[in-house]
Structure formats: C-alpha cells, structure tokens
C-alpha cells in the first residue's frame, strides 16, 4: 500500500485539514527505495524514511511487524517523523508504505490523496471493526463515506468488509492496483501530479473539502475517547476481541 | 424483489436506526418459502410469515393484491409481524419479498440492508411520484440519496424513473439481479454474510449510519404529514392523481 | 456543451432553487438551430436565443469570443435572456450551448438539469482553479460534489482537472458525449423526457434536492464576494494568476 498524503495521524488529530504535504499511499514495498542523490535516511526503530530531497519528496516505510499494529510506540515515531517532514521547506510530498492495511491501516490511507495497492491477494484494504465486534467510530466512518459514498460504506462498515485488490478499485476505497514491483514507481508519477499544483491553491482546497469532517472529530474528541474506553472496557466486547484472536491464531495454525 | 431488513415500516417511524434484524429484499417470489424444520407459519390476510427458527431467518411475503398497495391495514399487520419476530429471540434476520416496487414498496426496499431484484422486465423499482403530479417527502428523498447518491437521485426524483433491473442495478438501487427462480436462495445467502457478523456491532454500524435521516425524519414528522395532507388535498392535484390513475387504466385496457 | 437547465447564473443568485424552466447543456454547436414555425430569434450581442414556441423550448447559445468568458457584460445578458424566456409562459425549458466549459463555464453546465458533450477531445469540462493558484469557492465546490460525489470531487479539485469528453463521461460531470452533429438533437430529446413531467412536481423535487447547497451560498453569499476580493488582490496571487496566462500563450504560441 503507497499513500500520497499530507495528514498528521491519528494519535494526534486525525485529518488535519490543509496540512501541507501531499501523500500517496503505496502497496506493499518490500525493497529499498532506491536512495539517490541527497537522500538522508532517518528515522527510527518503527518508521523509516528516505528522503529525495532533490525530487521534494520522501518515502516512508512501516516497520513494526508483524502486522505494523498502529501501536503508541509507532504512532509516536509516525507524527515525529511527519512533523520533520513538514518543518523541512525542501519536501512538498511524502510517500507512505505499508503492508496490511486493515482498520487503522486503512484510516492511514484514507487521510491520504491518492491510495495505489499492489496486485497480489494477500493484501486488502478495509475497515473489519464488526468481525470483532467492536464498532468504527464516527470520524473513521466520516472518512471512509467521503471516499466510497454512503451506501458502499454502510455495507463495508456494517459487514467489516476487507477488499482484495480487485474490489478494493471497483468500490473506490483505492485509486490504482498495480503490480508488486511497479507500486513504487506509480506512486512517484502519481505524487508528481499533485506537486504540479501550486501548494497554495491545493492546500486550501483541500481543507474545504475535509473541513467538516474534521472539525468533527476535533469538536467531538474528548467525548469519543471516553465513550471507546467504556466501550472497550466491557467484559463482553473483550470477550468478543479475544474470540477473535483465538480464531486468527486457528486459521494460522 | 427480496429484502435483507432490520427495520420497522414507515406507518411508524420510518428506518428506526439500529432495528435488531438484518433483512434483505428479494424479487418477486411466488412459490412458497420451502418451510423447512421448525417452520410455524404465521401471519395474517396481508403478511405472511414463513419462519425458520432453525436459520434464525423469517420469510415475509406480501399479499395484497393487485399491487401490494401500501394501505392502512396492510401497513399495520407489517408492522405487527415484524414486532413478533423482533421479540422472538430466535430470530435474527427477515427476508421480505414482494412485486412491484414503486413508490412506498421501494422505500421498503430502500430501508433494508440488501435489495434483491428477479431479472424480469415486468419488475421495477423506484420512485415515480413526481410522474403523478406529487413529490416524494425529504424522508424518501434522503433514504435513496443515502443509497445512490445526490447527482443520481436528482435525477431519478425528478423524472420519476421507474428502473427496470439492468438499470436497477447499474444505478445501484438493488444490489444484485438474478433468474427469477434464485431469488430466494440469493436471499438466503446474502443474509447469511450480515448474520455472520456479532449483532451488537452491526445493530450499533447502522444505527450510526441511518442517525442522521432517521433523526431528521423524527424531527419534522408532524410538519411532514400536516404539509402532506395539505398538499394532497388541493384540487388541481387530486385531478392530476386522477388524471394519472385514468392513463393506467387505458394502457391496461 | 448543451445544457439542459432552470437556472438563473451566478451573478445574481447561483442555482436559484427551483426555477421554473428545465435545462439541458449540450456540446459545441455552431450552426444554426434550425429555426422552426414560430421562431422569433432574440437575444443580444453576447447571447442569441432562439425559441421554438411551438415545442415550449429555446436554444440559447453564447458568443462571446474567444472562449465565451463570463464577463459582467456577458452574465448580465445572459441574465436578462433567461429572465424573458421565464415570464413567458409560452417556454418551459431552454437549451444552453457554449464551446469550452472551464470553471465559470462548468458551473453554469452543472446548475442544469442534464449535461451532453460534443465528442471531440478539442472540449473538456472541469475546475482548474487550482492550475491558475486560485480556489474554487464552497459555493462550486458544494455544486461539483452534488453531481460526481465527494471523493471524485477533492481530486478533481485538488488537480485542478479538466475532463476530455471520455474521463467527463465516466467521472459522471456530464450526462451523455455524442457526435458532434448530434449534439443538439440530443439535447432535444433529453429535454422532452424533462417536459413530461408536471412542471410543479418537478419544480418543487428540484428545489428539495438543491436547497442546502442553495440556502449556503444566499446566506454566505456577502462574506464569500469579501473573501474572493481580498484572495484575488493579492500581490502573490495576481502574480500566479500572470504566470498562468504567460504559460498559456506560450503553449499557443
């Protein structure tokens, strides 16, 4: 999964609107990015990034296996990273990669401008809170709707579908699927367009467009929090996750 | 038409957010349900109910002839059946099946989570009110705008598109079009997927996604009806009801 | 470009709610419309209509060479044209056709009913604001989402693009793309499903699906014209604004 994206995640404020760098969102990348020239790697334990300066652009890589769980540890190192990106004028756009993109995965994505999965049917993309009896809170549904209309995102949310990468494009929750070996290349050219625009005239365009839904989120933070901690808390829905996981750990087995 | 539905009927509260039972709507189904182990047919002169309390799923099929007309009566054993299976505990999901679709028998469609249409030209579905001179209420408008999206149900509301089932399907107003005779067991797979999933979380899914409409609804119903009553009563559109019913007629005749 | 539409234009209030002629815009078309019984051509030097009493309908095409830009002088007979064609009840939809359909021009194209594009890659139809370092207003912004949904809209936006006749097709910002020679023919046929309907249910369906988007512009309306102005006065603006048109007359040149 490549992300072409300019959000702040999650642990901060999900969907920053206007935030100024662009972002794609790539399918599973594996192999190095290529360095090249001026390319300062940093980063940290869980998140990589190799920068190209020249090009205005980084790549970020996930790395927290097995499944790049959206843990506190990684979501810090996540905004740190980003945040460098964002104070640092040579780079206008940034290229996340990732593996697996379920439930907070997907938000990832999501926040991101354009979304381009690899072509093998080991990865999907989707927001599968229902399969464990949990529930998508508001602001993830909000985002999930902007991008694949209401009555798509009601039968995903409802059903806790995960879509392979052919229905991932049909339904829209991607933009491309591609080869393995060509994500990364598709998300350089993609990133290319949305650089072309002046950051300006994109940037406020953009905010227009999220405004509402993040003004949400924003609005109504504290109150969400609390009430997922209730809810998370119950003895029936930690049964229910722990059913889950049982089930996981036997179709692995 | 077959429907995947957990709701309660308009005569009441029109999409009560986060009804217990998942339904699906299937095409016009006239032989009889297959009744199965357990099976206690119930019902009354309008709504019959072929219940499966092995499957947990329950059959409804209307009958009131010649059309399934929404009437009073037929409204209020609707809503009577679906209650008893509600407070059935063994009852998880409900199929409705009917023919004709326009008008208020699609918006029985449009309130279930899975619509089911037979391939058969004699069928459609939509809403054609604006063809008898009315208006779909806000209610309406906003439950299929949910389903189709804004520029479609412009549209179709409009012109007051009755969709036959390639269309039906291409706008996304049902879900999938099968041979007549697959109706039902379309049905019954399709509500398989929605009974896989933990029921509180789906129930809480939806009610989450229907808030908005179903609250609108909720809102504004007393103006709704008074300005609906008022409306219906004029002259100039009674005659243009009769003007619409005597056209049926000559194309029957 | 061949509109159908009951619109007034955005120099006065953009997408009046429920007016009363319905509209249907078509693609390029430079020769005559063909005049017919009871054509009395008016019009001015900008914008010539030329009615069809007899079919209820009018052919309003613009000439305001080079690229029929939305000047004061252009928008106010195109205003002053619609205004006669709406008190003579002698007309119930107009026909609106223009060449290139950039920006203003695509906005006029979706406060229509109905929207046909000459085949022909010369023609495309978009927002490209942002192409020039300017934004949208929420007022066109609302206007675009309405017709191809919130995600095709924030890309469509953020890019700045411009849709070739196939891309516009499939992306939904217009209705139908038909050979060149076709376009009016079209138009008229579109209409004439239009006209079926009584003019009431369909002026009061019309008004319910536009009101929100209506009712936001009316209200911000003062704030937004404030807004622009300061936007569009500054120094770095008129500046990207320069370079925007250097580039164009390079790529003609």
């Not at 609107?17 to 290529?34: D, H, N, S, V």
């Not at 104070?87 to 697996?100: C, E, H, M, Q, Y």
């Not at 905010?207 to 929090?225: I, N, Y």
Request: charge should be positive; charged fraction near 20%; glycine fraction near 8%.
């Amino acid at each position: 999964m490549a992300l072409v994206a300019s959000v702040r995640v999650p642990a901060r404020v999900l969907l920053r609107a206007g935030a100024r760098l662009p972002g794609a969102a790539l399918g599973r990348t594996e192999r190095a990015a290529g360095g090249g020239d001026g390319a300062r790697r940093f980063g940290s334990q869980r998140v990589l990034v190799e920068p190209d300066a020249g090009a205005g652009v980084a790549v970020m890589k996930f790395k927290n296996p097995p499944v790049n769980s959206l843990s506190l540890e990684f979501l810090t190192e996540l905004v740190i990273s980003l945040e460098k990106l964002e104070n640092d004028k040579s780079f206008r756009g940034v290229i996340l990669t990732s593996g697996a993109c379920p439930a907070g995965g997907c938000l990832v994505a999501l926040t991101c401008d354009y979304r381009i999965l690899a072509d093998n049917p080991r990865y999907c993309i989707g927001l599968n809170e229902t399969q464990l009896g949990i529930i998508a809170p508001f602001w993830l549904k909000d985002t999930l709707e902007n991008t694949i209309g209401h009555r798509a995102a009601e039968r995903a949310l409802q059903l806790g579908l995960l879509f392979p990468p052919a229905e991932a494009l049909q339904v829209g929750i991607v933009d491309q699927v591609v080869p393995e070996e060509q994500v990364q290349s598709t998300a350089l050219s993609a990133i290319a367009q949305w650089m072309a625009i002046p950051d300006h005239a994109r940037q406020l365009t953009k905010a227009m467009m999220r405004k509402a839904t993040a003004s949400r989120l924003v609005t109504q933070r504290d109150a969400d929090v609390q009430n997922f901690v209730s809810f998370i808390s119950k003895d029936s829905i930690q049964k229910s996750l722990q059913m889950y996981l049982e089930r996981l750990k036997e179709e692995k087995g």
